[in-house]
């Protein structure tokens, strides 16, 4: 989630599902033999109705052999279509796991190495921080250790840039933390990291994507490129509302291709999961060498608590993250875009390894999947995990909220009229604001696109904006006049200051 006001006017938390409408789709007979996963549909299909979530598909992988691998509901309330396991789906920042493993692919061949300098494979490259800019490793952009912001830049994927452009952009990201202090999520980060694979490979990151993993994994309905999901009918739509309200909303295109691209589904995804409890094999090919996918694995640096069990010592990998289970070491990456949520999940001391994607946003379900998958494989945890996952979906709707307004607002000083103009940033580059008598109705565009959002007055000379796509930033934009009384430009802590122009 981006900042507080993340999604505050969003759309994720709807009404029961009507009877019958959770139902399982594409079954395929099983070969689990040992009785793990005994009741399991029903699990899913009760935890879809709690959470309201209207299709998903899970797949687990056991001992290099797919045991279990269903679609359930639909993938589009109002119409037939079911969810199977070949439905296409985005699967969000589990993207991250995907470009982690292309990136891999390329220091097997020796054209990348984790702890170079990435400027080394791109000239010119540069951040805000220097020393940063100059020292900054595939190894730190993978495992969020640059010291960006959480989310910061976001916006740029959405504004019209290149990505020659939006590279260029990066040095003006302002620094959250200092250079490998500590964790901090971001998809600028793997923008980076997919830059420089597309410049050692002499191709975009989705061609290499393609060619270094899909096609050799065989994932046959997978893709790097947004495209992929509309190739044939069988893809979902996006899903959301607050309780009461389901309908679908649409489905968001990540700003940052290497940070949340990839389309697939779920038979494909357990090609990958069978991979990578195989350090890198798969149907007799070594797509990845063993070394890579321990460094992929290993804990490049400690986030703090994670897992279900909050691991104090979990830890983030390059593309995924890590924490320990009643002693079993857990790798564990999930995603998020408008409409999706996903999970991916691998024991690799159980040689087992779980998918779950479903399209709504935002749903605890993957995880309550996940949690019981865990007991299933590894033992009873002692603790009432379903509660936890319960409580957590509740504190994620308490974020459902617009906008609050201070009792003791104060009128602005500047009029809307004189707040209308062209201003720059040298991040996010020309806002254009439109201002009439209303200092609530006011709007803007952002980029060479024109990128739309509001402007809604909240007290004195400051202004809250945000943007239709309920999962881009969202704050709070102050403005300032000189003493003539012209507007000279506005602050924000989110997107940087701006300058009249």
């Given at each position: 989630?981006?900042?507080?006001?993340?999604?505050?006017?969003?759309?994720?938390?709807?009404?029961?599902?009507?009877?019958?409408?959770?139902?399982?789709?594409?079954?395929?007979?099983?070969?689990?033999?040992?009785?793990?996963?005994?009741?399991?549909?029903?699990?899913?299909?009760?935890?879809?109705?709690?959470?309201?979530?209207?299709?998903?598909?899970?797949?687990?992988?056991?001992?290099?052999?797919?045991?279990?691998?269903?679609?359930?509901?639909?993938?589009?309330?109002?119409?037939?279509?079911?969810?199977?396991?070949?439905?296409?789906?985005?699967?969000?920042?589990?993207?991250?796991?995907?470009?982690?493993?292309?990136?891999?692919?390329?220091?097997?061949?020796?054209?990348?190495?984790?702890?170079?300098?990435?400027?080394?494979?791109?000239?010119?490259?540069a951040l805000k921080d220097t020393y940063a800019g100059e020292?900054?490793?595939?190894?730190?952009?993978?495992?969020?250790?640059?010291?960006?912001?959480?989310?910061?830049?976001?916006?740029?994927?959405?504004?019209?840039?290149?990505?020659?452009?939006?590279?260029?952009?990066?040095?003006?990201?302002?620094?959250?933390?200092?250079?490998?202090?500590?964790?901090?999520?971001?998809?600028?980060?793997?923008?980076?990291?997919?830059?420089?694979?597309?410049?050692?490979?002499?191709?975009?990151?989705?061609?290499?994507?393609?060619?270094?993993?899909?096609?050799?994994?065989?994932?046959?309905?997978?893709?790097?490129?947004?495209?992929?999901?509309?190739?044939?009918?069988?893809?979902?739509?996006?899903?959301?509302?607050?309780?009461?309200?389901?309908?679908?909303?649409?489905?968001?295109?990540?700003?940052y291709p290497a940070a949340g691209q990839v389309v697939s589904?779920?038979?494909?995804?357990?090609?990958?999961?069978?991979?990578?409890?195989a350090g890198g094999s798969v149907d007799g090919r070594q797509?990845?060498?063993?070394?890579?996918?321990?460094?992929?694995?290993?804990?490049?640096?400690?986030?703090?608590?994670?897992?279900?069990?909050?691991?104090?010592?979990?830890?983030?990998?390059?593309?995924?993250?890590?924490?320990?289970?009643?002693?079993?070491?857990?790798?564990?990456?999930?995603?998020?875009?408008?409409?999706?949520?996903?999970?991916?999940?691998?024991?690799?001391?159980?040689?087992?390894?779980?998918?779950?994607?479903?399209?709504?946003?935002?749903?605890?379900?993957?995880?309550?999947?996940?949690?019981?998958?865990?007991?299933?494989?590894?033992?009873?945890?002692?603790?009432?995990?379903?509660?936890?996952?319960?409580?957590?979906?509740?504190?994620?709707?308490?974020?459902?909220?617009?906008?609050?307004?201070?009792?003791?607002?104060?009128?602005?000083?500047?009029?809307?009229?004189?707040?209308?103009?062209?201003?720059?940033?040298?991040?996010?580059?020309?806002?254009?604001?439109?201002?009439?008598?209303?200092?609530?109705?006011?709007?803007?565009?952002?980029?060479?696109?024109?990128?739309?959002?509001?402007?809604?007055?909240?007290?004195?000379?400051?202004?809250?904006?945000?943007?239709?796509?309920?999962?881009?930033?969202?704050?709070?934009?102050?403005?300032?006049?000189?003493?003539?009384?012209?507007?000279?430009?506005?602050?924000?802590?989110?997107?940087?200051?701006?300058?009249?122009?």
């Open positions: 989630m981006k900042n507080p006001a993340l999604r505050y006017a969003f759309l994720f938390f709807v009404a029961f599902l009507v009877a019958g409408m959770v139902f399982c789709a594409g079954c395929e007979s099983t070969k689990q033999k040992t009785g793990k996963l005994d009741g399991f549909d029903d699990f899913v299909t009760q935890k879809m109705a709690e959470y309201e979530v209207p299709g998903a598909v899970v797949g687990i992988v056991e001992n290099d052999t797919v045991v279990y691998l269903k679609g359930f509901g639909v993938r589009e309330i109002g119409k037939p279509g079911k969810v199977d396991p070949d439905t296409r789906f985005q699967i969000a920042s589990v993207s991250k796991y995907v470009t982690a493993g292309s990136v891999g692919s390329l220091v097997d061949e020796g054209k990348l190495d984790w702890d170079t300098p990435v400027v080394t494979y791109l000239p010119g490259f020292h900054a490793t595939l190894r730190d952009l993978l495992a969020h250790r640059t010291g960006f912001r959480h989310f910061d830049g976001d916006l740029l994927g959405r504004l019209g840039y290149s990505d020659s452009e939006m590279l260029q952009r990066m040095r003006y990201l302002t620094p959250g933390t200092s250079f490998r202090e500590k964790y901090v999520y971001s998809n600028a980060g793997f923008f980076i990291a997919g830059e420089a694979a597309a410049r050692a490979d002499n191709r975009s990151w989705e061609d290499l994507t393609d060619a270094r993993i899909i096609r050799p994994l065989n994932m046959t309905r997978s893709g790097a490129r947004p495209e992929t999901l509309y190739l044939d009918e069988n893809h979902v739509s996006g899903h959301g509302g607050v309780p009461g309200d389901l309908h679908t909303i649409p489905l968001e295109e990540s700003g589904t779920g038979r494909d995804m357990t090609q990958w999961l069978r991979m990578m409890l797509v990845l060498t063993p070394k890579t996918v321990k460094e992929i694995h290993a804990a490049s640096l400690v986030a703090g608590h994670g897992g279900p069990l909050n691991d104090p010592n979990a830890a983030v990998g390059l593309g995924c993250d890590s924490y320990n289970f009643l002693g079993e070491r857990i790798i564990e990456k999930n995603g998020a875009l408008d409409g999706v949520r996903s999970i991916v999940i691998l024991i690799p001391g159980k040689n087992a390894g779980l998918v779950v994607i479903a399209n709504k946003q935002l749903t605890i379900l993957p995880e309550a999947i996940r949690d019981e998958f865990l007991e299933r494989y590894i033992g009873k945890s002692g603790v009432d995990l379903q509660a936890r996952e319960k409580a957590n979906q509740a504190g994620w709707n308490s974020l459902i909220k617009s906008v609050e307004v201070p009792a003791d607002a104060k009128p602005a000083t500047i009029t809307p009229s004189a707040i209308a103009g062209a201003y720059k940033n040298d991040l996010y580059g020309t806002m254009l604001v439109s201002g009439g008598a209303d200092a609530n109705n006011m709007t803007f565009q952002l980029g060479p696109d024109k990128y739309a959002g509001t402007l809604m007055h909240v007290t004195e000379n400051t202004w809250y904006f945000s943007f239709p796509n309920p999962d881009d930033q969202v704050g709070y934009a102050t403005f300032a006049a000189n003493p003539s009384g012209s507007v000279t430009g506005f602050t924000s802590n989110e997107l940087g200051p701006f300058v009249r122009s």
